[in-house]
């Protein structure tokens, strides 16, 4: 097996890569910045293509393809100029389809099968209203993630996505655990506390093995997203009804 990672250079790309590695898996490893083998903006056509054409000289075709690359995004969809939806947009869904793409056509002129997961969000079914951009940019992407299953599974890809929740990683810049907003974050997770690099990358390992399942978004978020936001027992318990 070889696998590649797109988006390797931090948190859960990075995670991944480290995992992967530490089994004894070739791994080769994509990111616009930080320690990777192959410096690549996902947003340009060219420069993927070029990334892919480097891959495929060091070594065989990938058949396990993981696209983590994603930027956040925080805004009020009144407020936002029109061109934060290019750039948002431009990396979390074209890019992840020139990725997905770029592996896909290897694996069919290769004549291989494979897996590729791309990693989406919680965020791409759950509103939230400060976050507008970035949820409709993560619903898009699992829904690439569908039409691509459907487009390749006779070909023998498996297309699937891993949506975690709120995840340590350098996307949650300098809010800290416990602080006014990770605080209720983790209160609100079943599993009572934030996500780890490590748990999404463990996830990933496991989507990329289930080879009976394809265009599946699997949300890793610790049950982050099992409560109504509603939350009435909170609220009755906040005025010790409960």
């Known amino acids: ?5 797109i988006g390797g250079g931090s948190g859960i ?3 991944l890569v480290s995992r992967l590695r530490a089994d004894g898996v070739d791994v080769i490893s ?5 320690d990777v083998d192959i410096s ?3 947003t340009h056509e060219g420069q993927v293509d070029e990334a892919m054409a480097a891959t495929l000289a060091r070594g065989p075709v990938p058949d396990q393809v ?4 994603g930027i956040g995004h925080a805004g009020l969809l009144l407020d936002l100029p029109a061109d934060e ?3 948002v947009s431009g990396v979390n869904t074209k890019g992840v389809w020139l990725s997905m793409r770029a592996a896909a056509r290897t694996m069919i002129e ?3 099968g494979g897996s590729i997961v791309a990693v989406t969000s919680v965020s791409a079914h759950l509103v939230d209203r400060n976050m507008g951009l970035y949820c409709a940019s993560k619903a898009a992407a699992d829904m690439l993630v569908k039409v691509a299953a459907h487009e390749w599974g006779p070909m023998g890809i498996r297309v699937n996505a891993v949506g975690p929740g709120v995840t340590r990683t350098p996307m949650l810049g ?5 602080s006014a907003w990770l605080g209720p974050v983790e209160e609100r997770t079943a599993l009572g506390r934030l996500g780890e690099a490590d748990d999404i990358a463990e996830a990933i390992v496991a989507v990329h093995g289930m080879r009976w399942v394809t265009g599946q978004a699997l949300d890793v978020d610790g049950g982050l997203s099992l409560q109504s936001p509603i939350d009435s027992f909170g609220w009755m318990r906040s005025q010790g009804l409960v």
């Open 110 to 112: 290769a004549g291989i």
């Open 13 to 15: 790309g990075q995670a």
């Open 1 to 5: 097996m070889t696998a590649l990672v």
């Open 30 to 34: 994509w990111d616009v910045a930080g």
């Open 85 to 87: 939806w290019d750039r």
């Open 174 to 178: 300098r809010a800290e655990p416990g």
């Open 40 to 42: 690549c903006d996902i």
């Open 66 to 69: 993981t696209v983590t690359a």
